[in-house]
């Protein structure tokens, strides 16, 4: 398996302490975007007497890399010409100032509609990630004692095996049959409508665990371990066996006080797949789906099936499984919102937000699926029409405030995942308020996320998360700082994100696993990429790019079924060739980004993008500049008329200010007067022009 691509520059790591007055509930102040203040987290409090938690928290000091003495390259359009992404050098006709060659007719009729079948298309997308069901090398079969077989054996095999035992028991329609075995041990046989259904064999005094499962056969047969609501570790199942042993409590080292036989039942092949669920997608895989030949109605097997799936990012085979687990389920919110997450991945918002609201309009509704709907709707608010991030952003801290009692829960399980959500509730305010419209969004977003950093560390310290949950907010992060026009300095943030996957990657042993994670990790670089041009830092956006583009093009059917796989890459490749373009003034080396990025960002925008037709109108408009700078006359036109096409259509839905016409019509005209075409140069300059007097 290849290695990570890792940039040549060296970084040098300084650790230091952070005291943190914080257990894993995190409390966070109210937000009110509606007086567009935004107010970041409160110190992290344990609410636990006399505990006080000590954190490290590691910053990277990369090398220097020094930028271009250029201009900054900006996808933002104003009135400057020259020195921007999207303005032609030169004099444009708009600068003069001349409105007398005003637009002839309406503004449709001056620029040429573009044909529907010009623009070329993204490839055909291929299948999802191959993901099958590992092959089986244990068949499902219960095992026998002495002749007798839960779920086979009838009470008159029992008996006639057996013979008479010396204790009967009868409660709630079960008959419990104890007997005295040769070897010592006590057992005692239940028997349910004429069947039996479990053997427990007591075993005094307890017994070395391997040599019971030597003595059973089941020394190959892979188990997972059994614990209480507490966590405390009660046993060992063997799933294709319906077998379990019972530990000796306080009886270190572990030993085999109970052997329970019993038919084959569902729960433990999801308790194995769960526990399996970030190291090995195909065996999950396998297990969902024994447990489905158990119980085709299993809902729980439906929605792990769809957990795997989409964490292997097949979201067309896991929404399917998410759609059986409702169905047979449709009363258990939880399957619908295992159906919302795949829906919000496909941007398939109207219908994510169905399940949501039909999850949250239960009162009884346990508190802890509420978060996580309430984390949920926040994501759809966001996404959907990306001008709903105030409203995300309570929905995001409604969810905070119902996790923060749930993460002392003495329940494991259940404290884990507020843990785990509390975590991303955190993550996804940051990012909420770094694309939103708030004041003083770069303090906000720094202490939201500071506070994600130390709660995750901490949990992770603690073995409440796993390591991936570090990546995951060094993931974050750089999205959440990609929002802002002026990011701070992130290169803490990268260096972690590259560490961090680097770590899980070179542990993965699941090749699908590791493609994930290298997927994660070229989304991440994207936004460094974004980041570190907004800061002028070209060549290390330059590094960045080309790191993201080679693990996302490895990692690619990790992330090939996400309706906006193509625009995510062609935004790489364009956001490289300006960094060409602009921060080096070389259009020649800008073409070969530009030519992949055209491809990819011609193609049917998805929903979740949709919503910007103006930034997307000027992605083609800066293009455009540097086709025209090459002599490539002709795309340079096209491209140009359909990015004004897209900033037309923002402006009349009110998402664009008029003014920011000003610049790909002065581009236009420019275009025109060269080659000759008074005319029409003369009505784009006063297009041109007009708008920017509705600039002033």
């Known amino acids: 398996m290849k290695g990570i691509l890792w940039p040549c520059w060296a970084a040098a790591f300084h650790l230091f302490a952070l005291a943190l007055l914080a257990s894993p509930v995190a409390a966070a102040t109210e937000i009110e975007p509606e007086e567009g203040a935004v107010v970041a987290p409160e110190d992290l409090v344990d609410e636990r007497p006399g505990t006080e938690i000590l954190v490290s928290e590691t910053t990277a000091e990369p090398a220097a890399m020094q930028a271009e003495p250029v201009e900054e390259a900006t996808e933002e359009v104003d009135d400057r010409a020259g020195d921007e992404p999207g303005v032609l050098p030169g004099t444009s006709p708009a600068a003069t100032g001349d409105d007398t060659a005003g ?28 993901l099958k069901a590992a092959k089986r090398t244990v068949p499902l079969e219960t095992l026998s004692l002495d002749g007798v077989r839960p779920g086979v054996s009838t009470k008159d095999d029992l008996l006639k095996q057996w013979g008479e035992p010396i204790e009967v028991k009868k409660q709630h329609g079960v008959v419990a049959y104890k007997y005295r075995r040769e070897d010592s041990t006590v057992a005692t046989v239940s028997v349910s409508k004429g069947f039996v259904s479990t053997i427990v064999v007591q075993l005094d005094p307890p017994a070395d665990p391997d040599e019971v499962m030597a003595t059973l056969g089941v020394e190959k047969i892979s188990s997972v371990e059994v614990a209480d609501e507490d966590g405390e570790i009660l046993g060992e199942a063997f799933p294709e066996r319906g077998l379990l042993f019972g530990f000796a409590p306080d009886a270190p080292p ?33 297990d969902a789906e024994a447990a489905l030949e ?3 109605r299993a809902a729980s097997a439906h929605a792990m099936r769809s957990r795997v799936y989409r964490q292997a990012g097949d979201l067309i085979a896991a929404l399917q499984a998410a759609e059986a687990a409702v169905k047979f389920e449709p009363r258990e919110p939880e399957w619908r919102l295992a159906l919302a997450k795949v829906l919000l991945q496909l941007s398939d918002f109207d219908r994510a937000r169905e399940q949501l609201e039909e999850a949250l309009s239960n009162d009884a509704t346990d508190p802890l699926v509420k ?6 709707m ?25 996790l923060k009692p749930i993460t002392g829960d003495r329940r494991a399980r259940r404290r884990r995942k507020a843990c785990d959500l509390l975590v991303d509730a955190h993550l996804h305010v940051a990012y909420s308020i770094g694309w939103g419209y708030f004041q003083h969004k770069t303090e906000a977003v720094e202490k939201w996320l500071s506070g994600a950093a130390a709660l995750a560390d901490e949990l992770v310290r603690q073995g409440v998360l796993s390591p991936e949950a570090r990546l995951r907010v060094s993931e974050q992060a750089l999205a959440a700082f990609a929002g802002l026009s002026d990011p701070p300095d992130v290169s803490q943030w990268e260096t972690a994100a590259m560490e961090q996957a680097k770590k899980l990657f070179d542990g993965a042993t699941d090749p699908l696993r590791a493609r994930q994670i290298e997927w994660q990790l070229g989304l991440a670089l994207c ?3 974004q980041i570190e041009q907004a800061r002028h830092n070209y060549d290390r956006a330059l590094d960045f790019g080309r790191l993201a583009a080679e693990h996302l093009k490895r990692a690619d059917s990790a992330g090939r079924e996400l309706p906006d796989h193509d625009f995510l890459l062609g935004q790489l490749y364009y956001r490289l060739g300006v960094i060409h373009a602009i921060g080096r003034q070389d259009h020649a080396q800008a073409l070969p980004w530009y030519d992949q990025a055209v491809k990819l ?13 103006g930034r997307h109108g000027e992605t083609f408009v800066s293009i455009g500049v540097s086709y025209w700078e090459t002599e490539n006359r002709d795309e340079a036109m096209r491209l140009t008329k359909q990015g004004v096409k897209l900033m037309e259509q923002a402006v009349s839905e009110g998402l664009l200010p008029r003014a920011a ?30 708008s920017q007097r509705a600039k002033k």
Request: proline share 7%; glycine share 8%; aromatic share 4%.
């Open 294 to 296: 158990l119980d085709p």
């Open 254 to 286: 572990i030993r085999v006080s109970q052997v329970i036989m019993e038919s084959l039942e569902v729960q433990p092949f999801l308790l194995r797949a769960e526990a399996e669920l970030d190291s090995d997608y195909a065996r999950c895989l396998a």
């Open 378 to 402: 926040g994501d759809v608010l966001a996404l959907a029409s990306g001008q709903g991030n105030a409203a995300a952003v309570q929905h995001h801290q409604e969810a905070i405030r119902l």
């Open 103 to 130: 637009p002839k007719g309406e503004t449709d009729r001056v620029i040429t509609p573009i044909d529907e079948n010009e623009p070329r298309r993204a490839e055909g997308r291929k299948t999802g990630p191959d």
């Open 527 to 529: 936004d460094a990429v």
């Open 661 to 690: 016409l000003a610049v790909p019509y002065g581009n236009l005209a420019s275009m025109y007067n060269e080659l000759g075409d008074t005319r029409r140069a003369g009505e784009f300059a006063g297009l041109a022009t007009k």
């Open 601 to 613: 960002l011609e193609a049917p925008v998805p929903l979740s993008r949709a919503s910007d037709p």
């Open 371 to 376: 978060a996580h709907a309430h984390l949920l």
